[in-house]
């Protein structure tokens, strides 16, 4: 399985953007696919995930502002984020795995957003 990103960049604040993750490939333990982000310093964290039957999990921070979606049909998903703020910024990254809960083996290449303020 492999995990193409983008949509990543700059933005000012309040602003958006959106980032997608197509898979390729195929695995029976792929049940989800999310977005992770990791921020400098620290560790790497939920974003928000939705699963094949379209159960999503989302992080407290960014509940009410990103929206997470799949395009029906198809392996790609697709992270809205909207009213940005500076300590969004970080290395978003693609996850695929059997859960919305934790996070998967499969990992995408990681794409930057930065929120100016």
């Known amino acids: 399985v492999q995990l193409q990103a983008s949509g990543g960049g700059l933005v000012e604040t309040g602003g958006s953007l959106r980032l997608s993750c197509t898979a390729s490939g195929s695995a029976p333990d792929i049940k989800a696919i999310g977005w992770y982000r990791q921020r400098p310093g620290r560790q790497r964290g939920l974003v928000a995930s939705i699963s094949s039957g379209d159960n999503i999990n989302y992080a407290d921070h960014v509940k009410g502002r990103f929206i997470i979606s799949r395009h029906p049909g198809g392996n790609t998903v697709y992270l809205h984020m909207n009213k940005l703020k500076p300590e969004d910024t970080a290395v978003y990254y693609c996850?695929?795995?059997?859960?919305?809960?934790?996070?998967?083996?499969?990992w995408g290449q990681g794409t930057q957003v930065t929120v100016s303020s």
């Open positions: 996850n695929a795995g059997d859960s919305i809960w934790h996070a998967g083996r499969y």
